[in-house]
């Protein structure tokens, strides 16, 4: 079945360092969506990317979809030790295809 | 925003027994839920989708007999835990779409731990 892949699997940064995470398909996704789960906790819908380049953005967090909709980013600006956990895309169809997420570590 | 609920939120249980877990959504009506399991620093995987009033469809390699799924109403689905062993201790995750905005609410989860 499609897969999303997502990387990297692992990032630590200071508190007030940048943080991306990629999203890779091999085939062309209908839309990607984002979730954060919080250590010990449940994924919390963040956004949903439809449009081909489309760009969105929520404080300080920035969304990509790709021109050719096969990949999609997560970029954080100056993290803080509230962004901490991982961090995932996946695929809606008729279930939600997850890429194996990024966790993300913050140290102040 | 919507609320999906989900409960226990752990269970501890002897090798054998049967665990049901349940799923609600709280402030609309879903057609379809999810049941996910995550096992420790992995994704979630997709286990079940749940279909009200009919039968779930269950992922390659997820025991039918085992995971038995029962979503009898709009608004609630169960996922029963059937002579669970210790390789079913895991993290296991429901959640329901809500079909207007096609976005997934999830519930807090329930940890499950088999001795």
Same mark, same amino acid.
């Given at each position: @079945?499609?897969?999303?892949?997502?990387? %990297?699997?692992?990032?630590?940064?200071?508190?007030?360092?940048?943080? =991306?995470?990629?999203? *890779? #398909? #091999? =085939? =062309?996704? #209908? *839309?990607?969506?984002?979730?954060?789960?919080? %250590? @010990?906790?449940?994924?919390?819908?963040?956004?949903?990317?439809v449009k081909s380049g489309e760009v969105k953005k929520q404080k300080r967090l920035t969304f990509q979809f790709g021109e050719a909709k096969k990949n999609s980013s997560l970029h954080i600006t100056a993290t803080q030790t509230t962004d901490v956990g991982t961090y995932f895309c996946a695929q809606a169809g008729t279930a939600l295809i997850f890429g194996k997420g990024t966790t993300l570590s913050v140290s102040s | 925003g919507a609320v999906v609920s989900q409960h226990p939120s752990r269970v501890i249980c002897k090798s054998g027994t049967s665990v049901k877990i349940e799923c609600r959504s709280l402030d609309f009506q879903a057609t379809t839920m999810f049941w996910y399991r995550q096992f420790p620093k992995q994704s979630l995987m997709l286990m079940a989708t749940s279909n009200e009033g009919s !039968?779930?469809?269950?992922?390659?390699?997820?025991? !039918?007999? !085992?995971?038995?799924?029962?979503?009898?109403?709009? &608004?609630?689905? &169960?996922? &029963?835990?059937t002579s669970a062993h210790p390789e079913d201790s895991s993290f296991y995750i429901c959640s329901a779409i809500a079909v207007a905005k096609n976005i997934q609410y999830f519930g807090a989860g329930t940890r499950l731990s088999v001795l």
């Open positions: @079945g499609q897969q999303v892949m997502q990387i %990297p699997q692992y990032q630590h940064v200071q508190e007030g360092e940048d943080f =991306t995470t990629y999203c *890779n #398909s #091999s =085939t =062309t996704l #209908s *839309n990607i969506q984002w979730y954060k789960q919080r %250590p @010990g906790g449940h994924p919390v819908f963040l956004i949903q990317l | !039968k779930a469809t269950y992922e390659q390699g997820v025991e !039918k007999d !085992k995971f038995l799924i029962n979503h009898a109403s709009l &608004t609630l689905s &169960t996922l &029963t835990v």
